[in-house]
């Protein structure tokens, strides 16, 4: 029953709300007082995207520090026609990475202030959660 009860607090830390609309995850980072961790990935056919996904995204050290510190913005850009988004979301996609991610890389993180200034940018790492954690915290060190 124990285990059971922790299996559910993993799931339920490691689900984090992703937002897609990049006025809201700026609305929100002023309103909670928190960074944006936007993420660019291409969901159907970057492995590495994938990996991160699997390794970071979905792992209970990485969503108890995004509940307290980060609103997520994802821009997908999947290739399989069966997960091809709106053309709303495509253009919302299009322009962030008109603005931010200009060299089309993949996976590409950015943390960005209540404004969208960039903070800070990596990618995929081989490394625990923990440490990708602790990359995050460095790369904000400098914002209050």
Known sequence: MLTCAGLFFAWIVSAQQWETDFAVAKSRAEKEGKIILLNFSGSDWCIPCMKLEKSIWESPEFGAYAQNHLVLLR?????RKAN???????AQNDKLAETYNRQGLFPLVLLLDKAGKVLGTTGYKSISPVEYVSLLQSLTASHP
Do not use: G
């Not at 821009?75 to 290739?79: E, G």
């Not at 091809?84 to 495509?90: E, F, I, R």
């Open 75 to 79: 821009a997908d850009f999947p290739k």
């Open 84 to 90: 091809a988004l709106s053309p709303d979301q495509q």
